[in-house]
């Protein structure tokens, strides 16, 4: 046994520990060993230690109590009779339902050596081993998956095929803050390919010019606000708001109430989003200060690289990843926040869930904080730093190596700092809970 | 965007049906084959997925064998069988007829004047 399987097992262990064992019991046990290994091992790719990617395969395992609490009360039951129903095939067959020889079957269902190579043509499906999947929707190669409709969100100027309104317009960019308020429609911010226009596309189920955005420029700022929205019927709307590739000087603040927003290649001097029920989508935004808020919602961004950065979800989830921000103050009251590739430093808090945060470096001090939940953070591969881990209710675990030094080490309380050069602190608090540091 | 428990709930087993239709598979195969079918929309739980397996079992729909590895540990393979497969046939029919009504009856507008 390696001593990773001794490490899953162990654990599940703890976990069986509170059932009375029987046989349901150990036979789930086995088959979550074989697959919590799997997961190790992918995350193994991505995850610095040992005891990283094991505390990942398992927060992935979900709240498996309620399906442990019902195993332990089955009882063994005549669960042989279905093995024995599985009969014997002959090692050639030809007929009418196609020729068998052996492992390999060529019949209605298109021609398979094994589970291990499928030509389905009915299904349009080619399978080579696990290696290579190609069906209608896409072709995956090795871990590599390659999709063929474009149904991205980065193909978002195209109509709807549900539009029957079309309403287009062309606002030349300002200095004054663009402020796009809308009740219930799905936003598509994207960079279009003018030098100093910002291009308005709306999209409409119904066809009325009532529902026409409003465009207004007063001293302060420039306002495009949705157009009438008739209580008794649902009229789709779509907007792709198109914006100059270059448009750092842009100041824009989007407001949707309920709806999506996607954003897609993006550089401005200031992205301001709020959000009511819905979610936001983003992909490679750049720019000076970010002020999201989103009351309940999904929040799902890559490569974002902001100068400030304020992020506050009441509900949900919050997933970023390669972000790049100097001075962050992200709040999540309740929900998970999930952070990969962080460069930067600020303020992280959850009030109830759990902090998820790899860091590739620190440009400033961090603090992270959860009320009720747990934090578990990686850190920088090559950065010394200070670190200084309490918990009020709970327990901290920390990996550490020659070079680590503690001031204090505690169960409950760990300062210090690694290496020989600490430039920034990792500050992080727990009312209950756990902090993980690896 | 994200696809709320109580949207999908009644489908999870058509899902797994649909992914053991194609190959004999595990559970962390399973989960990783809806995160490939969803493109990456949908993550099922695996604590939801066990679950699953164990209802889809009783009801005969699927049965289990362990695999054969000669390193690392065991699996459990999870097969459809012939009365599972008639279910996802009568499933996706059944999707294929209800997706069209429930978005008519989501989206779809009274034109004026119209009755019936």
Redesign the interface.
């Known amino acids: 046994m390696t001593s990773i399987e001794m490490a899953i097992r162990t654990r599940l262990d703890v976990i069986f520990s509170k059932y009375t064992p029987n046989e349901q019991l150990t036979e789930f046990k086995e088959e979550l060993v074989a697959d919590l290994l799997d997961a190790y091992q992918d995350f193994a790719k991505q995850d610095k230690s040992h005891d990283e990617a094991l505390d990942d395969a398992f927060a992935q395992l979900g709240d498996i109590d309620t399906i442990l609490r019902e195993l332990s009360q089955t009882k063994k039951q005549e669960n042989d009779d279905s093995k024995s129903q599985t009969k014997k095939s002959s090692f050639f067959e030809f007929s009418n339902d196609g020729l068998h020889l052996g492992n390999l079957h060529i019949d209605g269902q298109g021609v398979r050596l094994g589970d291990d190579i499928v030509i389905d043509g009915k299904h349009d499906k080619v399978q080579l081993g696990d290696w290579l999947h190609v069906d209608r929707s896409g072709a995956r190669v090795g871990r590599k998956y390659y999709r063929f409709d474009e149904d991205e969100p980065s193909d978002t100027t195209h109509t709807p095929s549900w539009s029957v309104a079309h309403h287009n317009a062309q606002i030349p960019t300002s200095d004054k803050p663009f402020v796009f308020d809308y009740k219930n429609a799905d936003v598509h911010f994207y960079s279009n390919d003018k030098a100093d226009l910002i291009t308005l596309d709306e999209f409409f189920s119904r066809d009325n010019n009532r529902y026409f955005a409003d465009i207004q420029e007063t001293n302060e700022q420039i306002s495009v606000t949705q157009g009438d929205n008739p209580l008794l019927f649902h009229v789709r709307t779509q907007v792709n708001i198109g914006l100059p590739k270059d448009f750092n000087h842009g100041k824009i603040t989007m407001i949707n109430h309920s709806g999506r927003i996607m954003a897609q290649d993006l550089s401005l001097q200031q992205f301001n989003l709020y959000l009511h029920a819905g979610n936001f989508r983003g992909n490679h935004i750049q720019a000076e200060t970010a002020n999201w808020q989103i009351h309940a919602g999904e929040v799902k961004v890559q490569e974002l690289n902001f100068k400030h950065a304020d992020i506050f979800n009441k509900s949900g989830n919050l997933k970023l990843d390669n972000m790049t921000v100097e001075d962050s103050h992200i709040t999540v009251t309740s929900g998970t926040v999930q952070i990969s590739h962080f460069t930067g430093g600020g303020q992280f808090a959850t009030h109830t869930g759990s902090l998820r945060l790899r860091i590739d470096k620190l440009t400033d001090d961090l603090k992270l904080q959860a009320k009720t939940g747990s934090i578990r953070v990686t850190m920088p591969e090559s950065q010394d730093c200070y670190f200084n881990l309490s918990a009020n209710m709970g327990s901290i675990v920390m990996d550490h190596t020659e070079t680590t030094h503690f001031d204090k080490n505690t169960n409950s309380y760990k300062c210090g700092f690694y290496g020989d050069n600490p430039k920034f602190t990792i500050d992080a608090n727990v009312d209950s809970g756990t902090i993980k540091v690896y | 965007?994200?696809i709320s428990k109580d949207l999908i709930r009644g489908h999870i087993d058509t899902i797994i049906l649909n992914i053991l239709n194609?190959?004999?598979s595990?559970?962390?195969?399973v989960g990783k084959s809806v995160r490939?079918?969803s493109?990456n929309q949908y993550d099922l739980?695996?604590?939801?997925l066990?679950?699953a397996f164990?209802r889809l079992e009783k009801s005969?729909d699927i049965?289990s064998y362990w695999g054969d590895?000669t390193q690392?540990?065991?699996?459990?393979y999870y097969k459809i069988t012939p009365a599972g497969q008639a279910h996802l046939t009568h499933a996706i029919a059944e999707w294929a007829f209800a997706k069209n009504v429930i978005s008519q009856l989501i989206?779809g507008?009274?034109a004026e004047g119209e009755e019936s």
Do not use: V, W
């Open positions: 965007m994200a194609q190959s004999d595990y559970g962390y195969q490939i079918l493109q739980n695996e604590a939801t066990y679950t164990r005969g049965t590895e690392g540990a065991r699996r459990k989206t507008t009274i």
